[in-house]
């Protein structure tokens, strides 16, 4: 009877080698992050030394430097947006830390200089490493090709220089230089850099094949169809380029009424100092209210309202294995409500597993002998099929035999000697070709059975005669179908699936996991279309993948998500966040946490507004005591600031995890 081939868990597989070359920006060649390194440092030797009664002297310069540091780059941009007449929270805050020290509160305002200069690098940071990655991409295309002249000799071109027309040839593992059409050869192309699919592809005469792809063990002769700077590669970048600069601004809640709530403040605290100098107040007396208004109503609770629950959230996902790269992003993935999934890689595990033996009735072989046979036929090739069958057969601890006369045709499978059998593994149709006969008719009707479940069939032939037929396929995550149940709960909308491997083995997996929205055969800008259509039907989309052919459809969604462990380096700098551990399931419960995180924000802005209206009609009605209004104003921020590092806690995360599993 044939089965179902169980396995043991193996170890994730390494990262796939469509990753290009890192050429990664060092945090400390960007000026924002020396800036705010020195500032951090500053007010690290100035904050012992206050708490510890040292004298003025010693530690009111460090406070003074660490102001000037961390602060000149966000007053000057707050200066220049008030020469172009607006006014942003940049200037405010500086304003506000200012005040503070104009009050006593020097290690109040420095501390906001320091958040706000350290959030200033880590975003000028983000921004050079995905420039960095994208220049990167470029380097997965050669960087010089042979081309075929007319008199058959051939000559190294510098691959821009390759016109529609030429020819080129491509030798054995060697990467394709332009996009073009086989004219004479057959081989099998890795493509996981354009479409994520996690088998080489057969190319015969007259296949399409890309820049950049890696060519297998037959050499091809191509004709040039498209200029490098239209080729599928070179349209990747652009888009991720494209992208990342008409993306709409991200903007944390309270900074979409910065305009409003800053101009209001500045001209409310004017009017608290001019309308009683009007009135013949003392000018001490109405500057020292002004000064008081200032303070209790400037935004440090309202900022920190909105930081730490989101800042605690962000430390609470990174120690679960989950990456959120701002407090920006983790605001946007509270407000998804729809998602789009990657195949290959993301809910699959991106390589090729043995799920099915089927020995033929009558070749005396058995599951284990059958896999046996073909694995010792199969071990010098570096083919992952072939990769795939040695993995099996060394999990289930078979002893193989010593192969000899090993051959390799592309497209079509190994021959070689085991055991003095001639032993041939590849594909049914080809090695079938037009065999007749009942062994035969056997091998071929399991073969599509096979391929008709979305698994790759592969065909083992002794001594010219079928014996077996294994299936091969991308294996399912665990997790996979318990996270497609848990976001559509949380999404309200089944996610959908954009994959570039063929409809079938789409189809199949789909089935398995319950979506029903499957998207197949898709290059990278089918994907960007299938994401720009959601949100034009105004959903905030969430993508989840992991490779290069992702990466415009994570740099085009509402947010991104990239799997960690084989992730490209496009991707997880593209990426909003990434899931280090290659834990699918962790995606639902952050978004979970999310949501929670911005709940904690509306509580501590409802808490940060009445305190300040409190204490504002208390300064404008009656007299509030300078030293009284500090203290509501620092008491807000003590309360709303913890509140928000409650999220710190293991116990948001379970409840996270259980309100993302439901």
Known sequence: MPTSLIERPVPSAAPRPDTAPRRRTRVFALPEARWAAAATVLFLIALPLQLTGAPAWAWGPLYALAYATGGWEPGWAGL????????????????????????????????????????????????????????????????????LLDDGAEESVPTERLAVGDTVLVRPGERIGA???????????????ITGEPLPVAKEVGDEVFAGTLNGTGALRVKVERDASDSVIA???????????????TQLFIEKVEQRYSIGMVIATLAVFAVPLAFGAAFTGSLLRAMTFMIVASPCAVVLATMPPLL?????????????????????????DGVALDKTGTLTEGTPRVTDLRPLTGSGLTEEQLLALAAAAEHPSEHPLARAIVDAARTRGLALATAEDFSSAPGIGVTATVDGRAVAVGAPARLLNDAEGAVSARAAAIAAELESSGRTAVLVEADGVPVGVLGIADRLRPDAAGTVTALTALTGTAPMLLTGDNPRAAARLAAEV??????????????????????????????????????????????????????????????????????????????????RARSFVVQNLVIASVFISVLVVWDLVATLPLPLGVLGHEGSTVIVGLNGLRLLREAAWTRARAEGGR
């Open 80 to 147: 220049q947006a008030l020469h172009e007449k607006t006014l942003d929270v940049d200037l405010l805050m500086i304003v506000a830390a200012l005040g503070a020290a104009a009050v006593g509160q020097v290690m109040d305002g420095a501390l906001l200089i320091v958040i706000f200069a350290t959030s200033g690098a880590l975003e000028a940071l983000a921004t050079a490493r995905t420039a960095d990655s994208v220049r990167g991409l470029l380097d997965l295309a050669p960087t010089t090709a042979t081309r």
């Open 179 to 193: 996009d073009g059409r086989v004219l004479d050869g057959a081989s099998e192309v890795d493509q996981a850099t």
């Open 235 to 249: 349209r990747i970048v652009a888009m991720v380029e494209e992208a990342s600069e008409t993306k709409a601004p």
């Open 312 to 336: 605690s959230a962000i430390a609470n996902a990174g120690r679960h294995g989950v990456l959120v790269k701002s407090a920006v992003v983790m605001e946007r993935l509270g407000q998804v």
């Open 514 to 595: 319950g979506i029903t929205d499957v998207r197949a055969g898709l290059l990278p800008q089918d994907k960007v279309t299938a994401v720009q259509e959601q949100e034009k039907a105004g959903r905030k989309v969430l993508v989840v993948g992991d490779g290069v052919n992702d990466a415009p459809a994570l740099a085009t969604a509402h947010t991104g998500i990239a799997m960690g462990r084989a992730g490209s380096d496009l991707a997880l700098e593209t990426a909003d966040a990434v899931i280090v551990r290659d834990e699918l399931a962790t995606v639902p419960t952050v978004v979970a946490l999310s949501r």
